[in-house]
């Protein structure tokens, strides 16, 4: 709750016991007095436990996973012998060469000679030689999948890489796609008929056909690793699958690097190399003389715009979120989410024949995402295929769905929702032997033991922090048990500032922090990757985050299959897993923690809908409270459903304000402002 006078009656309060009511928050962090919300600094997540007594209670809890345990075959230990017993030779090869220690029954005149052989003997560590032939079968196992692992890497690697690919077309008119001469040119319609696609032997479309009409818009879906990607880079190569030649490609990848000095206008202006091409033959000629060739240039500037090219790449950078002190800037001062912005504007500001964009909506606000649909559907006269998993966005912009199923492209009229209704009928009329398999996810956050409800667990009150340029100040929220609060704003503005005060991450340089002495906090933060030790396997990481497992693979190897890794990637090193495997690594060490209050920022980054979905079910189910950053829209509606409990806090100049309405009203409004916007 944003306490600003007006919303203190709001939370709905249940009666608690007494007792448990006097648990008075205690003052943790304050205005320069160096102290943190006290966290165990575990990665990517973070807890406050001062309470000893509940670690130990907790292990109980932990301890309910062990019904995996099953999964590690293990060859039972040697029984230990019983006191008094005379031991006979044994074959056991775990005891050759173990000197056993005699019984009372042996004859006191076995002294010296057999003292003095058995000194002899090399000593040998009976539990370690206990363990040898079960490591053994580990290894074995563990080196097996560590080869598979390794061959699975190497392909995806490949899949990076263009020169690996085999297209077979049989579809293709005789001659190639030169083959209609110069009516190629005027060609902006794809169609590719019978085509197949493999790496390295491994095939990702058979028999697969892709018609693609000028001037739509298509939504590319499919369970992450079927080839949505290859296809993507595929078509803007526009060789191995051919795309007549009059089609100008631009691809928009999900990940994107840029070290270019120039101020931000200027590499979205060069994005377009025609114009680029005659702006640089202008200023070469200029000095030269040549006044002919001087004004043809000027004359092929004016056809292409280049007068107004400066104030509509503006106008784009402003929509995505760069002012015009950040688009004087160095595009190589820019780092994370904000150079996949720069990549994006240039793209736009080209208007290609053909644009494809992989996972646009990844690092852009909630702002920005509601721009970027509007602009594709009011401005863009491009052909789009987009690849995404903000289901919001594959409705507001997509008149069809490709859908990658079984090796092959299936499309559906309509936008995400008409296809998902398509598809649901198509499974019906299936016999049941052929019908599809949809891939699902389930998981589910631990409930937490119960604190009161009628106080705050977290309270920040006229908490500030300023670093540099930066400042927030004036911040006044409480967290309750079942809070449910939405986060949003501009990037840049403080949203992840917030919930790094809140989780004690950051400490106030001005006001308070007040936390329940009981509470416990999970923290997801969108750069956990870079917390991540990359070279241990996600086994690895849940032993060391978490001491309390005692080190048991089992218990740990169940966590992550609960949260949808699969098997054969638990012991994978972290750097060989996809973005959305390592979320899934970092959203079980969250759920063994136990919190209470979850604070998320952009949890969606890098999950596929199927993920997101099971997150938003775990995230409405769970008893504490829920603080989150993200850009996915459908994914707040969901959690802020209930009007009681939920609340929008608006980070913007500097303080925290909360919106008087639903979150639903709030985007409504957002979308109205950037339509007269992007139509004005």
Known sequence: MVRDGNRNGKKKR???????????????????????????????????????????????????????????????????????????????????????PPSESDS?????????RRRSRPTVDLKAAALSKKDALRKDRREAEAAARAEAAKRDALRDNLDAF??????????????????????????????????????????????????????????NGKGKSALLKLLAEGRKLPVPRGIRSTLVAQEDKNDDPRPVIEVVLAADEELARLRAERAELEGSGDAARLAEVYEELTISGWDSATARASKILAGLGFDQEKQARPASSFSGGWVK????????FVQPTLL???????????????????????????????????????????????????????????????FEKAARKSRRRMPSKTRRDDY??????????????????????????????????????????????????????????????????????????????KLRTGRYSQRFVDTLKLHQTAVQHLLEAHPDLDGDEAEAS?????????????????????????????????????????????????????????????LCEFAGGVVLVSHDSRLISRVCEDEESSEVWVVQDGTVSTYHGTFEEYKEELIQEIREEVQG
């Not at 006191?108 to 003095?116: K, R």
């Not at 019978?194 to 697969?208: H, K, N, Q, R, T």
């Not at 100040?473 to 503005?493: E, K, L, Q």
């Open 558 to 618: 169940a966590a992550l299959a609960e949260f949808g890794l699969p098997s054969e990637s638990h012991l994978t090193p972290i750097n060989r897993l996809s973005g959305g495997q390592k979320a899934r690594v970092v959203l079980a060490s969250m759920a063994l923690e136990e919190p209470h209050v979850l604070l998320l920022d952009e949890p969606t980054n890098h999950l596929d809908m199927q993920t997101i979905d099971a997150l938003a079910d775990a």
């Open 108 to 116: 006191d005149d076995d002294d010296d000679e057999a003292a003095e």
């Open 440 to 517: 699902s996810v389930e998981f589910h956050f631990p409930a937490p033991d119960e604190l009161p409800r009628r106080r705050p667990l977290l309270q920040l009150s006229e908490a500030g922090f300023r670093y540099q340029d930066f400042t927030l100040s004036g911040v006044d929220v409480d967290v309750y048990m079942g809070t449910r609060a939405a986060i949003v704003g501009p990037n840049g503005a403080g949203k992840s500032t917030l919930l790094k005060l809140l989780s004690g991450e950051l400490s106030p340089t001005q006001g308070k922090v007040r936390t329940h002495h």
């Open 341 to 348: 912005r720069i990549t994006l504007a240039g793209a736009l």
């Open 166 to 223: 085999a297209v077979t077309i049989r579809g293709r008119a005789p001659g190639g796609p030169a083959a209609a001469g110069a009516a190629a040119d005027n060609v902006r319609d794809i169609v590719l008929e019978d085509f197949d696609v493999s790496v390295e032997g491994v095939p990702l479309f058979v028999g697969a056909s892709l018609r693609v009409s000028h001037g739509r818009r298509y939504g590319l879906v499919g369970p």
């Open 356 to 418: 494809l964009l992989d996972e646009p909506t990844n690092h852009l606000d909630l702002r920005a995402v509601l721009w970027l649909e509007e602009y594709l559907v009011a401005r863009c006269k491009s052909t789009v295929i987009v690849v995404s998993h903000d289901q919001d966005f594959l409705n507001s912009v997509c008149d069809e769905i490709i859908d990658v199923h079984d090796k092959k492209l299936d499309a559906y009229r309509g936008n995400f929702d008409d």
């Open 14 to 100: 249940s009666n608690v016991d007494e007792k448990a009511e006097s648990a008075e928050l205690l003052p943790s962090a304050a205005a320069g007095g160096g102290g943190k919300v006290p966290t165990k600094g575990r990665l990517s997540t973070s807890t406050t436990r001062d309470s000893r007594g509940d670690d130990a209670n907790n292990k109980v809890t932990h301890r309910s996973r062990t019904a995996a345990k099953s999964v590690f075959t293990v060859d039972e230990k040697p029984s230990k012998p019983k006191p008094g017993s005379t031991r006979p030779a044994t074959s056991n090869p775990y005891l050759a060469g173990v000197d056993l």
